[in-house]
């Protein structure tokens, strides 16, 4: 099991930029594959991106295809979220998830197979 946190989420104007931040513990953060979901008020959680343990294969939900950029720095236990030219559609609460694989290049898209999730932050995007 792995703890999760997420910062960098606020408040910011349509076409704007925010990098989220998610720090995991535990020793072993290289094997966990790692996704991006958001939850916005009245909305299912849904897929926003996926990166793959030693962060060569990463994934998104069409929606933020060309805007938002997942990383991760497996030294620090850091993934992170860059997100550019947001939308207000972006407003959510956003959460990393993370699931232990043996699995190197896995990308996962269902919450469902994910183990671990954070707290999440808070993005709203004004027009």
């Known amino acids: 099991q792995v703890q999760l946190v997420e910062s960098g989420g606020g408040l910011v104007q349509a076409g704007g930029s925010l990098r989220l931040s998610c720090a995991a513990s535990g020793r072993t953060f290289s094997s966990y594959g790692l996704g991006w979901f958001r939850q916005a008020p009245g909305k299912e959680r849904e897929f926003v991106a996926a990166?793959?343990?030693?962060?060569?294969?990463?994934d998104y939900a069409d929606s933020v295809k060309g805007r938002f950029t997942a990383s991760r720095e497996n030294a620090k236990n850091t993934v992170y979220l860059q997100m550019n030219s947001l939308k207000p559609e972006d407003t959510a609460v956003y959460h990393c998830?993370?699931?232990?694989?043996?699995?190197?290049?896995?990308?996962?898209?269902?919450?469902?197979?994910?183990?671990?999730w954070g707290q999440g932050t808070q993005v709203t995007v004004s027009t």
């Open positions: 998830a993370a699931r232990v694989t043996n699995r190197l290049y896995y990308t996962a898209h269902l919450a469902a197979e994910y183990y671990d």
């Open positions: 990166i793959s343990r030693g962060g060569s294969h990463t």
